[in-house]
C-alpha cells in the first residue's frame, strides 16, 4: 500500500538535518548531492543508526535488525522477519517485532504492504511511491517503477471532493516461471 506519501517523510527530516549543517566542503556536497538523488529513488546510502536517530527515535538492536532483514529480503511478512532477526537475537519475541515494525513503519523508514490474501508485509524502500506486481499463483512479488514518479501516480475521473494523496497499485498476473510450469503440464 502506497501510504507513505501521506505520512510525514523521513527523507524531508534529512533533508532538514542536511540544510541547517553548514556545507563547507565541497566532497560534502557532491556527497549529499548523491544522498539525495538516492533518496529520491526511494533509498538512503545513510546509515541505518542515522536514519533512525533523524526521524526521533531511539537507535536499538531490534530496530537494526529488523531494518537490515527488511533490506536484505524485501517484501518480507512479521513472521519471515522474525525467523531472520533471531538468527542475531535468539531471545527476541514475536511482540517485540511487531512493536518495532509498527514504530518504524510510523516514522516512514518502513513501507507496510497490504495484498489480498496475504499477511502484511513490509520494506524498506519508502520513498519513491513504487508499485507491486504480484503472481497470483505462487505469491511472487516484484518492484513495479511508478510511472510518474510521485502520489498519486493516477487521477481519479470523481474524487468526491477529497484531496487525493495516494493511488494504491497492485498489478497481478502469471509469473514467467509459473506460466511455463502451466505449459508444461498442459503438454500431452
Ligand atoms: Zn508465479
Ligand atoms: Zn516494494
Redesign the pocket.
Given at each position: 500500500m502506497c501510504t507513505t506519501g501521506a505520512a510525514s517523510n523521513p527523507f524531508d527530516e534529512l533533508l532538514k538535518i542536511w540544510q541547517s549543517e553548514a556545507m563547507t566542503s565541497t566532497t560534502r556536497s557532491a556527497e549529499l548531492r548523491e544522498q539525495e538523488n538516492a533518496a529520491h529513488a526511494g533509498v538512503s546510502t545513510l546509515p541505518w543508526a542515522t536514519r533512525i536517530r533523524a526521524v526521533g527515535l531511539r537507535v536499538t538492536k531490534p530496530r537494526l535488525a529488523v531494518l537490515d532483514a527488511l533490506e536484505n529480503a524485501p517484501h518480507a511478512t512479521a513472521d519471515e522477519v522474525l525467523a531472520t532477526v533471531r538468527q542475531v537475537l535468539p531471545e527476541i519475541t514475536v511482540q517485540s517485532i511487531y512493536m518495532v515494525l509498527h514504530s518504524l513503519t510510523d516514522a516512514g523508514l518502513l513501507r507496510q504492504l497490504d495484498l489480498a490474501q496475504s499477511p502484511a508485509r513490509y520494506e524498506t524502500r519508502v520513498a519513491d511511491n513504487h508499485h507491486h506486481a504480484v503472481?497470483?499463483?505462487?505469491?511472487?512479488i516484484e518492484d513495479v517503477n511508478c510511472a510518474v514518479g510521485h502520489a498519486p501516480c493516477l487521477t481519479p475521473t470523481e474524487p468526491h471532493g477529497m484531496a487525493i494523496h495516494v493511488a494504491d497499485v497492485v498489478y497481478q498476473g502469471?509469473?514467467?516461471?509459473?506460466?511455463a510450469?502451466y505449459t508444461d503440464s498442459a503438454m500431452p
Open positions: 503472481c497470483t499463483v505462487c505469491g511472487r502469471v509469473c514467467t516461471n509459473c506460466l510450469d
